[in-house]
Structures are given as structure tokens and as C-alpha cells.
């Protein structure tokens, strides 16, 4: 090991303190390592031995002896289990299966070590160190973090080279930081583990992508130390150009979840605290509050949720009612309604507001309701002749939800143009003939692109790529808009035209 990177009694004294607060347990992955495994599990440091919950094996059903020469150290490491799998579950698999029994025996930590020794089991102590600090979620060994480390331990030139590029590419598209996406060295704390949908996770390599992807998009703390680089007789079963393919793939994927372009349970990370406030200048949201009121403005905002447009509305003079079927828990400086938007709702709205609207704001909110043409009468009864109406929906007939029908998917997820809570899905011809039957006359068609830059990042690239989107979706609404907004006039009903010609009547014959 280079000197460097030898454990210091600091170090092995802080490991051995963890294991003595926690239970810490090391679980040692292994396929066809029967050359390695018995110099594997006698390296690790003599003084941390006994303060292990237990050291297990899980055999990925093997085809040497790599169980049997395990199960016959169990007299010189009492705390050993050895598990065999009944059929082979790959890398990311043996993993599941790992951590899942690291959760039902109620292990604190879980340390994660290979059975062919790549990785140094010395240093067992300061991958455990940093769990002194209660809010550590993982620790990961790096191989990339002490210059010319790898290149001494033997990595070849063709995996330093291709690691580097392949951890620059993952920190840009992620935000992340850290110095290697691609090391097999790495303990969790299991509360964390219970916490992410690792489960659904692929069985292969780049299992250990997803799951950074999961623990940064938990915004979970993962702390980084460095470890020695060690190339031996190993055999390496990962096909590198197939695994960096698949790394980038399942970011991408991931990506496009966190902005609802597709689904996927294991990316489905966000805590469901309603919707969120888009500040970005191409956005709808803004799109909305930047609209010049008048003095006279009397707005209802259906579907309101945290209130953001209706914070906005408010500060630019209007009078506001917010209007939802729960209030969130906070003060706001106008009223908001607990109110069920599938029932007979106009009347209360507008007794609050005093007198029926002239603006009324319907954000991704009619794709959600039982009925919405019943709805829309009642919304009608909240506004005005001749008042505003500003609703939009996500358009199901965007190329991206076209091209995945074309290769048989159709994800509904948490959000998005799919959301799982929506009973009515749009095109924008439909949503304008739904509005138009329900007596409103149809102004504008407004489409925005995806919300990059709130949902994903808002570096030089994303803020390109959100113009972009941007203008595609206004140039063909239809087509390029993730979702719409359509500016309708309320017409008058046949109660309004009959109500005036009574009048008319009346003042003739007076």
C-alpha cells in the first residue's frame, strides 16, 4: 500500500470507535472468487474483528468454490455468515440482497467490500470513521482523490483515463463533485439504504450509479476518502465501453424523470410536498406573473396550492382568493379557501371575494377533476362576462410522449404530463374544443418547454437547452410544448342573454 495511504492510528482509532457506537456490519459481495476470498476476509484489521456486528458473504452462486472456502474460515472469524444465492443476481443484484438484510437485521452501517480483494480491506477503519458524523449517509473509497495514486497501484492507462472522463461527464450532468463515480468501496448508513428505492434498481455494474443517483437525489450526505489503487490477478467482469453507455443512459433517464418527461420508481425521489413554484424566466408560472394587471384586478386562483402565483398576483395590487382543497400550513395576506374543486364550489369563492372575478388563474388544474366540463361551469359562475380565463394542462401530444407510444411506453408517474392524479388528458385542439363547449371563446395558445431549469439545473448548457425548448414549444404548441396555456374570453350563457333581455323588455315597457 503507498505510504500515503497507509491507516494512521488516528484514523484506525476513529474506525474503531464507530464500530463501537454502532452496529456495523461488512458485507463482502463475491462471484468465482475462490482464489481470493480466503486473503480477503483475513486482512481485515485484527482490532476490528471483534467489535463487528458480523462479517457475511453472499455467494452470487459461484461456479468454483469460492462458498466452501468461506465457510471454512468460520473458525478463525466467529462472526462470519456465508449465503449462497440460489440462481446468479449480477453485481447490482447480489447488492439488493446485501443491503436488504443489512435493513431486516437492523445494522447501523453496512460496509460494502469485494471478495477478490480489489479493495484494500486495511483501511476498513477510515471508510468507517466519517459515520461519527450522524448526518454521513455514505462513504465512498476513491481511488482518484491522492494524485498519481492509481497509476501506482497499477491501474491501467485506458481505465484512469476513461474513469476520469466518465466521473467529469456524471458531476456535470448531476451537479455533483465527487472525485470517482466508479469505485466498489462504499458503506451506507442502513436508515439511509431504507430510505431509497434501491430495490428497483438494475442487476448490473452500473447499480452503483443509480444509487448515487438516489442518495443525490435525496440530497443525502456523501463523504469521500481516498483508498489505495490495487490491480492483481483479479478477473474483471465489467465490459467498460457497455457500462459507460449504461452509466450515461441511466442519468439521462433520471434526468428526464426529475422533469417528468418519463417515470421510473427508482427515480421517483422528491418528497410529495405539492407543486413547485417555477421561477425560471421561461417558465409558466412567470409566464402568468408578469402579466400587467389593472387597479380593478379581482383574481381567483383555482388549484392554488403553495400559493406562488397568488403571493405574486397580490404584491403587483390585485385582490386575490386562493383557492384549494387543502391549505397549506402558513400565512398568506389574502383568503384561501379549503375547497373541493369536483363540487359546488362558485358560490363560496365568490361570497369571499365580494363580487365575481375578472381574472381567473387555472394552472395544470382541470386535468385533475372528475368532471371537468361540470367544473368549468362552475368556474364560469366565478367569473365575469367577458373576464379572463388562464388555464393551462400538460400537452399529451408532445414529441416526447409520442415517440415513447411509438415504442410502447406510457409511464404515468408522481408529476408531469402523466401525472397519476389526472383523470383528463389534453392535446391543445382538445383543451380549446373542451373550453370553447363550455362557453368560452379562445383568445391565445401559449406552449412552454420542460422545466429544465427549475427541475434540473441552471448551468450554461440546461439554460441553453430551456431556450430552446422554449422557443419550439411556442413556435408548434401542439407538437414541441410539454404544457400549454390558453387565454379564453368568458362568454355570455344563455342565463346572461336571458337575464338582459328581460331587462331590455322591461325597460321598453316602462
Not at 480466503?38 to 481485515?44: G, H, Q, V
Not at 484494500?120 to 454521513?136: G, H, K, S
Not at 400538460?394 to 410502447?408: K, S, T
Not at 390558453?486 to 331587462?503: M, P, S
Amino acid at each position: 500500500m503507498p505510504a500515503a495511504q497507509e491507516l494512521t492510528s488516528v484514523e484506525l482509532e476513529a474506525g474503531l470507535a464507530v464500530a463501537r457506537d454502532l452496529r456495523v456490519a461488512i458485507f463482502v459481495v463475491a462471484y468465482n472468487a475462490e482464489a481470493h476470498i480466503r486473503e480477503t476476509l483475513e486482512r481485515i484489521p485484527e482490532q476490528l474483528l471483534p467489535l463487528l456486528e458480523c462479517i457475511y458473504v453472499i455467494d452470487d452462486r459461484s461456479s468454483d468454490a469460492t462458498s466452501l472456502v468461506a465457510e471454512r474460515l468460520k473458525a478463525e472469524i466467529p462472526n462470519l455468515r456465508v449465503f449462497r444465492t440460489p440462481y446468479n443476481q449480477g453485481y447490482g443484484g447480489n447488492q439488493k440482497l446485501g443491503y436488504e438484510y443489512a435493513i431486516q437485521q437492523g445494522f447501523d452501517v453496512v460496509v460494502l467490500l469485494h471478495g477478490d480483494g480489489q479493495y484494500a480491506p486495511e483501511v476498513l477503519p477510515r471508510i468507517l470513521a466519517p459515520f461519527a458524523d450522524a448526518n454521513t449517509s455514505a462513504v465512498f473509497g476513491s481511488r482518484m482523490m491522492v494524485e498519481g495514486a492509481a497509476k501506482a497501484g497499477g491501474m491501467p492507462l485506458y481505465k484512469r483515463v476513461g474513469n476520469r472522463i466518465l466521473t467529469w461527464m456524471e458531476n456535470k450532468l448531476l451537479s455533483a463533485g465527487l472525485s470517482e463515480f466508479h469505485s466498489g468501496y462504499r458503506a451506507y448508513r442502513a436508515s439511509t439504504l431504507a430510505e431509497l428505492p434501491f430495490r428497483y434498481n438494475t442487476n448490473d455494474f452500473h447499480f452503483d450509479t443509480e444509487i448515487i443517483i438516489q442518495l443525490l437525489g435525496k440530497q443525502k450526505r456523501i463523504v469521500e476518502v481516498p483508498i489505495p489503487t490495487y490491480y492483481g490477478d483479479e478477473i474483471c467482469h465489467v465490459n467498460g465501453i457497455p457500462y459507460a453507455f449504461n452509466c450515461i443512459a441511466t442519468i439521462l433517464r433520471a434526468l428526464a424523470n426529475r422533469v417528468y418527461l418519463v417515470h421510473h420508481p427508482k427515480f421517483d425521489l422528491e418528497s410529495n410536498d405539492g407543486y413547485q413554484f417555477k421561477t425560471a424566466p421561461n417558465s409558466l408560472h412567470q409566464y402568468v406573473v408578469r402579466r400587467k394587471l389593472d387597479d380593478s384586478a379581482r383574481v381567483i386562483e383555482l388549484g392554488a396550492g403553495h400559493a406562488g402565483v397568488s403571493r405574486a398576483l397580490h404584491k403587483q395590487g390585485a385582490q386575490v382568493v386562493a383557492v384549494d382543497l387543502k391549505r397549506p400550513d402558513t400565512e398568506f395576506p389574502f383568503p384561501f379557501l379549503e375547497v373541493d374543486l369536483d363540487s359546488s364550489f362558485a358560490a363560496p369563492v365568490v361570497k369571499q371575494l365580494g363580487e365575481r372575478a375578472n381574472l381567473v388563474v387555472a394552472l395544470d388544474v382541470i386535468e385533475h377533476l372528475k368532471e371537468p366540463e361540470a367544473s368549468l361551469q362552475e368556474l364560469k359562475k366565478t367569473l365575469e362576462p367577458g373576464g379572463l380565463l388562464l388555464a393551462s394542462t400538460g400537452n399529451v401530444a408532445y414529441l416526447v410522449v409520442r415517440l415513447a407510444m411509438l415504442l410502447g411506453q406510457f409511464n404515468y408517474g408522481k408529476k408531469g404530463i402523466l401525472d397519476l392524479t389526472h383523470k383528463r388528458l389534453f392535446t391543445v385542439r382538445s383543451f380549446c374544443r373542451t373550453l370553447e363547449g363550455e362557453g368560452f371563446e379562445i383568445k391565445t395558445v401559449r406552449g412552454f418547454g420542460p422545466p429544465i431549469r427549475d427541475m434540473v439545473g441552471d448551468s450554461w448548457f440546461l439554460r441553453f437547452l430551456d431556450r430552446v425548448a422554449g422557443f419550439g414549444a411556442r413556435l408548434w404548441p401542439s407538437l414541441l410544448s410539454y404544457q400549454f396555456i390558453v387565454e379564453a374570453v368568458r362568454k355570455d350563457d344563455i342565463d346572461d342573454i336571458l337575464a338582459r333581455t328581460v331587462a331590455h323588455k322591461a325597460e321598453s315597457a316602462g
